[in-house]
């Protein structure tokens, strides 16, 4: 009977959000700007050979895996190619830096001023990032004979229109931030991977032919990894907390107790191990296929770089790919959640606000228990982002088919509507509305 009660309070959710006018324009405006995105990544760069530039994805794995995250944008080798993902870049790097660098550290100090000047330089580090990744990108495909001319002057006309496009995606994104539902880069990347998503499947059956058993296989290991996406995002571990502080009363001083709780998440780290550690195992392979022996019968070590890290192998050589991948996803998830923890600094802010944990002593102790305890969490967050890394080999072991939804594109996917539907929910919530979670 539950299923039944769900969908007319869903429905009854979305009339809702539809029939308040604020709401109602943050929701359209989110759509229109989507809608522009989409248009934004079918303007092509000048002098690319479209044929050459698709069988170039047909048989390269992991341009096909970028080319989802761009919503077929590269493909098509678009001026929206890149996406957002320069910025993502520069933004984790400043992630990394400000606890470094103690002019950064300072300026994360000084509250609202001080985060927009550290967003104003990851805005300006984006450009140069942008133009580097743009650079190398043009570079292999015209190696690779995709790109006619390879003159300066052409060559820094479709740099410059990368970027560009970069930058106007990025203006798109905190455009939805401002005015719409959701963070607006997430939103933008989540547009780019939901639009590949039917061209991915229709590939897939094609592949697929008539293997309808491993089909339906894969679409039960996506729709289990889905909820438990779903339950480790949500998880969390509470640390209880006890505020003493004193009122004044009728001439005297009361001291009084107010408890309340810390969440500590899971899935501290979120998507970032999965990033770092793609970028660790690609990158070998990356570097190797420029030095590659054109002719098969004679490979030369590059060749078997190629071979050792190739996401597209199968047994036995996936294996190592793959079990590298697992072991780089679990030391960088616990490595960023320490970053992310000393970042908080939730011994200090618990005591400079006479905070502390029930028979914990404030201080060292306290820092200690919270150690321990996020210690403890993030191995069941770090194992589950491992086993959620691999699972896209795990399936095309077991049913044979070969779609190419990483395990980066669920998390987003799952992250964004997770995020929108609680923002939707504070805003009905807040003008005396029902909401979509029970």
Sequence with gaps: MRPRAARPRLLQAMIDAFSLPDLRRRILITLGILVAFRFVAHVPLPGVDLDALDQLFGRNQLLGMLDLFSGGAMRRLSVAAMGVYPYITSSIIMQLMVPVIPRLQALSQEGESGRHKINLI?????IPMAGLQGYGQLVYLQREGVLGSAAVLPMATMVFSMVAGTLFLVWLGELITEYGIGNGISIIIFGGIVSGLPDMVGRGMLTGGTNFVGLAGYLIIALATI?????????HRRIPVHYA????????????????????RVNTAGMIPLIFAMSLTIFPGIVASYFISANPAEP?????????FNPGAGLPLGLFYWGLYFVLVIGFAFFYTLVIFQQQDLPGTLQRQGGFVPGIRPGKQTTSYLNHVINRITWAGAIFLALVAIMPFISREVTTVDLQLSSFGMLIVVGVVLDTMKQLEAQLVMRRYEGFIK
């Design 122 to 126: 990851t805005h300006w580090l984006t």
């Design 227 to 235: 909820g438990a996406i779903v339950i480790f995002t949500e998880a």
């Design 245 to 264: 502080r004193s009122v004044f009363r009728g001439g005297k001083m009361y001291k009084q107790s107010g408890a309340t709780h810390i969440p500590l």
């Design 300 to 308: 030369n070590f590059a060749n078997t770089i190629v071979t050792w």
